[in-house]
């Protein structure tokens, strides 16, 4: 028999809104994972995957990191991890040094076994990998055998890779797949085998609105999965949908409906009735209490494209402009940092020295080509212009894949608008700017919060860019 916490995207470090208490939230809910792991007495606690937000954490987050690994050391509860698309850094891992501290074991091809189970593990592979891609694996003796890794699977949503072109590859028969990446959880049986994301362990969107937790996976001749849920911050989410006549009065009041204590506050509005001012609205909901207010008027959005620009509007204006550019991801990302973004005046030229620094570094051509805005064509003008950019980059690309650099990312916390995945743009969150191309070469992050399994609609929108 073998009992393990199932658990992955942590996300430690990331700064959510900005907001410090946001990024001890993160940690606090690893360490609620690994508490309950001592208290429950688990055979293992086994990582799916992005522990960090950011390939380059903080010593403040690593610090976290292992003295929460260390909590689990000193019970005897062993750390079992594969590495995610947001922390993948290109040689050695961040798990390798936590590995080599005695705190974690790096799952890989050859079998681990706790208990009657065997676990192995498969960092997340970029999509331009996938071709032709073979698990070797070295065979084991236990009863069961296990398969962690991180990624975008069949039969769920934004799934882009069908587990049973893995299994084909092995000799290996997997009782069970241990997922990371997407970051609601579900659970699935394919063939055989019981496939299922344990989810993120405190929302990096705003699209997560379920409760978080993590999952427990018995092996006892059967698989078992079930779920235990987090103490997590509060977010409040207000759907409005306004009637004739009704506005920011309105909107008030049923946000102050609400305990809004150190919550962070979601609101949308959509419907009848007058324009909604966010600022109106956040500021109420800053002053009842709330750590964080982001309010959408969707009827906004949903006008786009057909509306008439004033010069009342001229962020509007720009914007429209801007998207008729059609941009390449990098300009976007640095526009985004130099005009729109909450840096501080005062930093973006460090930020946006460091965002260069990182678009260089990644070499990744992907990021220099122009996007297809809206409806047109891009011009052959912008296409050349990105293709003389991504030769610059050409001699450092062959080195990215190892960084997980594909623009894949349906994880709720990593959009990138020129794939257009699984992009739901979410407006009420904002860019993430302060952290630039952070996620493990996958590209700038214009659109941080923005992908939501639960409103991914196929299409990279400009909501994000907000
Ligand atoms: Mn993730």
Known sequence: MTRVIHTGDTHLGYRQYHRPERKRDYLDAFRQVADDAVTEDVDAVVHAGDLFHDRRP????IMGALSVLRTLDD????????????EAKREGQWLDLFESLGLATRLGSEPVEVGSTAFYG???????????????LEPHDSDHAALVTHGLFEPFDFGEWDPRDIFATTDVEFAALLLGDNHHAETAQVDDTWVTYCGSTERTSAAERDERGYNVVE?????????????????VFVDLELGEGEG?????????EYDLDDAVVVVAVDGEG???????VEEFALDRGALVARVTDRRETAEEGEREVSFGDPDDAVRERVRDLGLSDAARSLDETVRASKVADSNVDDVVQDQVADLVEDGDPAQF????????????GEANAADGESNATDGESNTTDDGGSEAVE????????????ADGGDPADEPDADDPGADGGEGPDTGEDGASPEDGDGQATWGEYQ
């Not at 007058?274 to 109106?280: K, N, Q």
């Open 219 to 235: 092996f006892n001749g059967e698989v078992d999965v079930r779920r235990r849920g987090l103490d997590t911050r509060e977010f």
């Open 248 to 256: 920011v009065e309105r909107v008030r009041q049923r946000v102050g």
């Open 274 to 280: 007058e324009p909604v001012t966010p600022a109106a």
């Open 369 to 380: 080509e122009s996007v297809d805005p809206g409806e047109g064509e891009a011009t052959d």
């Open 58 to 61: 903080t010593l403040d987050d």
């Open 410 to 421: 349906a994880d709720g916390d990593g959009a990138v608008a020129g794939n257009a995945a």
């Open 75 to 86: 019970a005897g509860v062993p750390f079992l991890a594969v590495v995610g698309n947001h």
């Open 122 to 136: 498969l960092d997340f592979v970029p999509r331009s990998k996938r071709e032709g891609f073979e698990l070797d």
